[in-house]
Protein backbone atom coordinates (compact mmCIF):
# COMPACT_ATOMS: atom_id res chain seq x y z
CA UNK A 1 0.00 0.00 0.00
CA UNK A 2 1.38 3.22 -1.02
CA UNK A 3 1.66 5.89 2.09
CA UNK A 4 0.85 9.18 1.37
CA UNK A 5 2.86 11.88 3.94
CA UNK A 6 1.14 15.56 3.63
CA UNK A 7 3.21 18.46 3.51
CA UNK A 8 3.79 22.19 2.28
CA UNK A 9 7.41 21.55 3.89
CA UNK A 10 9.31 18.85 4.70
CA UNK A 11 9.27 17.85 8.16
CA UNK A 12 12.80 18.09 9.74
CA UNK A 13 14.13 16.20 12.70
CA UNK A 14 17.02 18.24 14.18
CA UNK A 15 19.47 16.55 16.22
CA UNK A 16 21.49 18.90 18.65
CA UNK A 17 25.12 16.96 20.07
CA UNK A 18 25.29 19.01 23.61
CA UNK A 19 26.48 17.59 27.05
CA UNK A 20 25.48 14.09 27.95
CA UNK A 21 21.65 13.79 28.14
CA UNK A 22 21.39 17.63 28.23
CA UNK A 23 18.24 18.99 26.68
CA UNK A 24 18.77 22.70 24.69
CA UNK A 25 15.91 25.08 24.28
CA UNK A 26 16.47 28.00 21.78
CA UNK A 27 13.74 30.93 23.12
CA UNK A 28 12.11 27.96 25.36
CA UNK A 29 12.47 28.39 28.79
CA UNK A 30 14.55 25.02 29.79
CA UNK A 31 11.47 23.58 31.85
CA UNK A 32 9.34 23.76 29.33
CA UNK A 33 11.48 21.84 26.48
CA UNK A 34 9.43 18.75 25.49
CA UNK A 35 10.42 15.74 27.18
CA UNK A 36 11.00 14.03 23.74
CA UNK A 37 13.21 16.68 22.43
CA UNK A 38 17.04 16.95 22.70
CA UNK A 39 16.90 20.39 20.91
CA UNK A 40 13.62 22.17 20.45
CA UNK A 41 13.50 26.20 19.04
CA UNK A 42 10.88 28.22 18.99
CA UNK A 43 10.39 31.65 17.22
CA UNK A 44 7.24 33.63 15.45
CA UNK A 45 9.92 35.73 13.68
CA UNK A 46 12.61 33.52 12.17
CA UNK A 47 12.94 30.46 11.03
CA UNK A 48 15.90 27.70 11.05
CA UNK A 49 18.42 27.88 7.94
CA UNK A 50 20.21 24.72 7.71
CA UNK A 51 23.49 24.37 5.28
CA UNK A 52 23.71 26.37 1.87
CA UNK A 53 25.69 24.53 -0.77
CA UNK A 54 25.73 23.69 -4.67
CA UNK A 55 25.21 20.38 -5.89
CA UNK A 56 28.82 19.56 -6.24
CA UNK A 57 29.60 20.71 -2.67
CA UNK A 58 26.86 18.41 -1.38
CA UNK A 59 27.97 15.47 -3.43
CA UNK A 60 31.35 16.29 -1.95
CA UNK A 61 30.24 15.08 1.79
CA UNK A 62 32.26 12.29 2.33
CA UNK A 63 29.74 9.71 4.14
CA UNK A 64 26.97 11.63 4.80
CA UNK A 65 24.89 10.54 7.70
CA UNK A 66 21.34 9.27 7.51
CA UNK A 67 19.26 12.28 7.81
CA UNK A 68 21.66 14.95 6.82
CA UNK A 69 20.15 18.11 5.62
CA UNK A 70 21.83 20.83 3.31
CA UNK A 71 19.90 23.11 0.87
CA UNK A 72 20.97 23.03 -2.63
CA UNK A 73 21.42 26.30 -4.02
CA UNK A 74 21.55 25.21 -7.71
CA UNK A 75 19.63 23.19 -10.20
CA UNK A 76 21.52 20.29 -12.04
CA UNK A 77 19.47 17.65 -14.03
CA UNK A 78 17.22 16.30 -11.95
CA UNK A 79 18.45 18.37 -8.97
CA UNK A 80 16.63 21.14 -8.53
CA UNK A 81 17.57 23.60 -5.92
CA UNK A 82 15.79 22.98 -2.55
CA UNK A 83 16.18 21.25 0.47
CA UNK A 84 17.69 17.40 0.07
CA UNK A 85 18.51 14.85 3.32
CA UNK A 86 20.21 11.73 3.11
CA UNK A 87 18.24 8.45 3.25
CA UNK A 88 20.38 6.50 3.66
CA UNK A 89 21.48 5.77 0.46
CA UNK A 90 21.17 8.78 -1.57
CA UNK A 91 19.99 12.23 -1.35
CA UNK A 92 16.51 13.01 -1.31
CA UNK A 93 14.33 16.34 -2.76
CA UNK A 94 12.28 16.66 0.51
CA UNK A 95 9.47 18.13 -1.66
CA UNK A 96 9.75 15.22 -4.59
CA UNK A 97 12.31 14.99 -7.45
CA UNK A 98 11.14 14.39 -10.98
CA UNK A 99 12.28 12.33 -13.74
CA UNK A 100 12.04 8.53 -14.29
CA UNK A 101 14.03 7.46 -11.65
CA UNK A 102 13.35 10.33 -8.64
CA UNK A 103 11.24 10.37 -5.70
CA UNK A 104 7.96 11.33 -7.88
CA UNK A 105 9.31 8.84 -11.08
CA UNK A 106 8.53 5.60 -12.52
CA UNK A 107 10.03 3.45 -9.63
CA UNK A 108 11.06 6.54 -7.08
CA UNK A 109 8.96 6.81 -3.80
CA UNK A 110 6.20 7.58 -5.93
CA UNK A 111 6.16 5.47 -8.66
CA UNK A 112 4.69 1.93 -9.10
CA UNK A 113 7.24 0.22 -7.13
CA UNK A 114 7.34 2.89 -4.26
CA UNK A 115 6.08 3.14 -1.31
CA UNK A 116 6.10 6.36 0.01
CA UNK A 117 4.52 9.77 -1.90
CA UNK A 118 5.00 13.30 -0.80
CA UNK A 119 2.61 15.66 -1.66
CA UNK A 120 1.45 19.74 -1.45
CA UNK A 121 -2.07 20.14 -0.72
CA UNK A 122 -4.90 22.83 -0.94
CA UNK A 123 -7.92 22.64 1.31
CA UNK A 124 -11.24 23.71 0.18
CA UNK A 125 -12.97 26.61 1.09
CA UNK A 126 -16.61 25.60 0.91
CA UNK A 127 -16.51 21.65 2.02
CA UNK A 128 -14.12 19.34 4.05
CA UNK A 129 -12.03 18.42 1.13
CA UNK A 130 -8.23 18.41 1.26
CA UNK A 131 -7.22 18.07 -2.52
CA UNK A 132 -3.41 16.31 -3.13
CA UNK A 133 -1.56 17.49 -6.16
CA UNK A 134 -1.83 13.75 -7.58
CA UNK A 135 -5.77 14.22 -8.15
CA UNK A 136 -6.46 12.63 -4.84
CA UNK A 137 -8.65 14.03 -1.85
CA UNK A 138 -9.24 13.13 1.58
CA UNK A 139 -12.42 14.19 3.82
CA UNK A 140 -11.36 15.37 6.77
CA UNK A 141 -14.38 16.74 8.83
CA UNK A 142 -14.15 20.52 10.19
CA UNK A 143 -11.19 21.11 8.03
CA UNK A 144 -13.26 23.83 5.36
CA UNK A 145 -12.51 27.54 6.16
CA UNK A 146 -15.61 28.18 6.41
CA UNK A 147 -16.86 24.79 8.52
CA UNK A 148 -14.94 24.88 11.48
CA UNK A 149 -14.94 22.41 14.27
CA UNK A 150 -17.34 23.56 17.08
CA UNK A 151 -15.72 21.40 19.73
CA UNK A 152 -12.51 20.18 20.57
CA UNK A 153 -8.76 21.36 20.63
CA UNK A 154 -7.13 23.45 17.92
CA UNK A 155 -3.76 24.09 16.72
CA UNK A 156 -1.11 25.23 19.90
CA UNK A 157 -0.55 28.95 19.64
CA UNK A 158 3.11 30.99 20.28
CA UNK A 159 2.88 34.89 21.76
CA UNK A 160 5.71 37.44 21.45
CA UNK A 161 7.69 35.52 24.05
CA UNK A 162 7.71 32.33 22.89
CA UNK A 163 4.44 30.57 25.28
CA UNK A 164 2.89 27.92 23.98
CA UNK A 165 -0.78 27.80 24.69
CA UNK A 166 -3.25 24.94 24.21
CA UNK A 167 -6.46 26.37 22.03
CA UNK A 168 -10.03 24.98 21.75
CA UNK A 169 -13.23 25.46 19.70
CA UNK A 170 -16.31 26.36 21.42
CA UNK A 171 -19.39 26.58 19.05
CA UNK A 172 -18.10 29.19 16.40
CA UNK A 173 -15.60 30.69 18.57
CA UNK A 174 -12.01 29.58 18.75
CA UNK A 175 -10.54 30.34 22.56
CA UNK A 176 -6.78 29.94 24.60
CA UNK A 177 -7.57 27.02 26.39
CA UNK A 178 -5.10 28.46 29.00
CA UNK A 179 -4.26 31.85 30.51
CA UNK A 180 -2.26 34.74 29.11
CA UNK A 181 1.66 34.69 30.19
CA UNK A 182 3.09 37.23 27.97
CA UNK A 183 5.21 40.35 29.39
CA UNK A 184 5.13 42.21 26.08
CA UNK A 185 2.75 43.25 23.81
CA UNK A 186 2.93 41.79 20.22
CA UNK A 187 4.51 44.73 18.74
CA UNK A 188 7.59 43.68 21.18
CA UNK A 189 6.70 46.81 23.59
CA UNK A 190 7.05 45.48 27.65
CA UNK A 191 4.19 45.58 29.95
CA UNK A 192 5.86 46.56 33.19
CA UNK A 193 5.71 44.80 35.73
CA UNK A 194 4.92 46.33 38.65
CA UNK A 195 5.61 44.89 42.55
CA UNK A 196 4.76 47.39 44.25
CA UNK A 197 1.11 47.78 46.29
CA UNK A 198 1.25 51.43 46.61
CA UNK A 199 2.21 51.58 43.15
CA UNK A 200 -0.26 49.32 41.76
CA UNK A 201 -2.83 50.78 43.17
CA UNK A 202 -1.91 54.51 41.83
CA UNK A 203 -1.46 53.05 38.45
CA UNK A 204 -3.35 54.35 34.99
CA UNK A 205 -1.67 52.74 32.74
CA UNK A 206 -0.58 49.04 31.86
CA UNK A 207 1.02 46.73 33.94
CA UNK A 208 0.81 43.20 35.54
CA UNK A 209 1.87 41.40 38.48
CA UNK A 210 2.26 37.48 39.24
CA UNK A 211 -0.59 36.36 41.76
CA UNK A 212 1.40 36.97 44.98
CA UNK A 213 4.19 38.11 43.38
CA UNK A 214 5.40 34.64 42.58
CA UNK A 215 6.96 33.46 39.61
CA UNK A 216 6.25 29.51 40.46
CA UNK A 217 2.49 30.92 39.84
CA UNK A 218 2.94 31.83 36.18
CA UNK A 219 3.20 28.47 34.48
CA UNK A 220 -0.09 27.23 35.70
CA UNK A 221 -2.61 30.43 36.38
CA UNK A 222 -0.93 32.75 34.20
CA UNK A 223 -0.19 36.71 34.62
CA UNK A 224 -2.78 39.16 36.52
CA UNK A 225 -3.39 42.35 34.05
CA UNK A 226 -4.90 45.62 35.27
CA UNK A 227 -7.46 46.80 32.04
CA UNK A 228 -4.91 49.68 30.83
CA UNK A 229 -2.90 46.99 29.64
CA UNK A 230 -5.60 44.80 27.78
CA UNK A 231 -7.47 47.41 26.22
CA UNK A 232 -6.43 49.65 22.81
CA UNK A 233 -8.43 52.67 24.38
CA UNK A 234 -5.98 52.91 26.98
CA UNK A 235 -2.46 51.24 26.02
CA UNK A 236 -2.02 52.91 22.98
CA UNK A 237 -4.02 50.44 20.49
CA UNK A 238 -1.55 47.99 21.34
CA UNK A 239 -2.61 44.06 21.42
CA UNK A 240 -1.31 42.02 24.59
CA UNK A 241 -2.51 38.83 22.60
CA UNK A 242 -0.85 37.32 19.78
CA UNK A 243 -1.63 38.39 15.95
CA UNK A 244 -5.14 37.22 14.68
CA UNK A 245 -6.26 37.19 18.10
CA UNK A 246 -7.48 39.55 20.85
CA UNK A 247 -9.19 40.11 24.23
CA UNK A 248 -12.82 39.28 23.98
CA UNK A 249 -15.35 41.94 23.96
CA UNK A 250 -18.68 41.77 26.74
CA UNK A 251 -20.47 40.12 23.90
CA UNK A 252 -18.09 37.85 22.71
CA UNK A 253 -18.49 36.15 26.60
CA UNK A 254 -21.71 36.15 26.75
CA UNK A 255 -21.90 34.26 22.74
CA UNK A 256 -19.66 31.72 24.76
CA UNK A 257 -21.95 31.65 27.69
CA UNK A 258 -24.60 31.43 25.62
CA UNK A 259 -23.18 28.52 23.57
CA UNK A 260 -23.01 26.50 26.62
CA UNK A 261 -26.42 26.99 28.33
CA UNK A 262 -26.39 30.36 29.78
CA UNK A 263 -24.75 32.03 32.62
CA UNK A 264 -26.91 29.94 35.25
CA UNK A 265 -24.75 26.68 33.90
CA UNK A 266 -22.07 27.36 32.18
CA UNK A 267 -19.25 27.84 34.49
CA UNK A 268 -18.95 24.05 35.67
CA UNK A 269 -18.34 23.71 31.95
CA UNK A 270 -15.77 25.85 31.86
CA UNK A 271 -14.23 24.70 34.89
CA UNK A 272 -11.36 22.37 35.51
CA UNK A 273 -12.52 19.22 37.38
CA UNK A 274 -11.63 18.45 40.89
CA UNK A 275 -10.28 19.68 43.84
CA UNK A 276 -6.45 19.32 42.95
CA UNK A 277 -6.49 23.41 42.07
CA UNK A 278 -10.18 24.50 42.98
CA UNK A 279 -11.10 24.60 46.79
CA UNK A 280 -13.87 22.12 47.55
CA UNK A 281 -16.41 21.16 46.44
CA UNK A 282 -15.58 22.82 42.98
CA UNK A 283 -19.72 22.88 42.21
CA UNK A 284 -20.88 21.43 38.94
CA UNK A 285 -17.69 21.19 37.34
CA UNK A 286 -17.14 19.20 34.02
CA UNK A 287 -14.98 20.93 31.70
CA UNK A 288 -16.94 19.61 28.95
CA UNK A 289 -16.05 22.31 26.96
CA UNK A 290 -12.38 22.45 27.38
CA UNK A 291 -12.14 25.51 28.52
CA UNK A 292 -10.01 24.42 31.65
CA UNK A 293 -10.22 27.29 33.57
CA UNK A 294 -7.89 27.62 37.16
CA UNK A 295 -8.90 29.54 40.33
CA UNK A 296 -6.13 32.36 39.71
CA UNK A 297 -7.51 35.23 42.05
CA UNK A 298 -7.02 38.73 41.34
CA UNK A 299 -4.90 41.95 42.36
CA UNK A 300 -7.67 43.99 43.25
CA UNK A 301 -7.56 48.00 43.09
CA UNK A 302 -5.71 48.66 46.62
CA UNK A 303 -3.01 46.25 45.49
CA UNK A 304 -4.10 43.13 47.48
CA UNK A 305 -4.12 39.67 46.53
CA UNK A 306 -7.12 38.03 46.68
CA UNK A 307 -9.35 34.48 45.50
CA UNK A 308 -6.79 32.12 44.45
CA UNK A 309 -7.92 28.46 44.67
CA UNK A 310 -11.78 29.70 44.67
CA UNK A 311 -12.52 32.51 41.62
CA UNK A 312 -11.14 32.82 38.13
CA UNK A 313 -11.45 36.28 36.59
CA UNK A 314 -10.89 37.24 33.04
CA UNK A 315 -11.12 40.90 31.78
CA UNK A 316 -13.33 41.53 28.77
CA UNK A 317 -12.02 44.75 26.51
CA UNK A 318 -15.42 46.52 26.87
CA UNK A 319 -15.53 49.47 29.21
CA UNK A 320 -18.52 50.29 31.37
CA UNK A 321 -17.82 53.64 32.77
CA UNK A 322 -14.68 56.12 32.74
CA UNK A 323 -13.09 53.52 35.40
CA UNK A 324 -14.73 50.45 35.14
CA UNK A 325 -15.01 47.29 32.32
CA UNK A 326 -16.60 44.31 32.48
CA UNK A 327 -15.50 40.91 33.55
CA UNK A 328 -16.43 36.94 33.52
CA UNK A 329 -15.58 35.54 36.79
CA UNK A 330 -15.92 31.43 37.63
CA UNK A 331 -16.19 30.41 41.64
CA UNK A 332 -15.62 27.22 43.58
CA UNK A 333 -18.41 26.40 45.26
CA UNK A 334 -20.99 27.75 41.97
CA UNK A 335 -21.77 26.05 38.53
CA UNK A 336 -22.79 29.39 37.26
CA UNK A 337 -20.80 32.20 35.10
CA UNK A 338 -21.22 35.73 36.50
CA UNK A 339 -20.92 38.98 34.37
CA UNK A 340 -19.99 42.09 36.30
CA UNK A 341 -17.76 44.95 36.39
CA UNK A 342 -14.23 46.16 38.22
CA UNK A 343 -12.23 49.22 38.23
CA UNK A 344 -9.89 49.54 35.52
CA UNK A 345 -7.22 49.27 38.43
CA UNK A 346 -7.79 45.65 38.82
CA UNK A 347 -5.17 42.83 37.98
CA UNK A 348 -7.28 39.87 36.39
CA UNK A 349 -6.24 36.80 34.02
CA UNK A 350 -6.81 36.83 30.24
CA UNK A 351 -7.90 34.89 27.76
CA UNK A 352 -7.63 35.68 24.39
CA UNK A 353 -10.08 34.71 21.71
CA UNK A 354 -9.47 34.11 17.61
CA UNK A 355 -10.42 37.09 15.53
Known sequence: MKKIILNSLTVVTLF???AANAQVGV???AGDIHPSAELEVKSITKGFLPPRMTNAERNSIATPAAGLLIYQTDAVA???????????????????????TGVTGATGASGKDGNVEFQNF???????????TNGNYVIIPGISLLNPPTSGFGTALLDIDGNSYKTVYIG????????????????????????????????????????????????????????????????????????????PTDAEWTVLTDYLGGESISGGKMKEVGTTNWNSPNTDATNTSLFSGLPGGLLDYWGNYDGFGSYSYWWSSTELTAITAWYRHLYFSFGSTTRYYFHRRNGLSVRCLKD
Open 172 to 247: KQQWMAENLRVSKYNDGTDIPNITDNTQWSQLSTGAWSYYNNDVANNAKYGKLYNWYAVSKITNGNKNVCPTGWHV
Open 27 to 29: GVP
Open 16 to 18: FAS
Open 78 to 100: NNPAGLYFYDGTAWTNGLGVTGA
Open 122 to 132: KVSTTSDTLYL
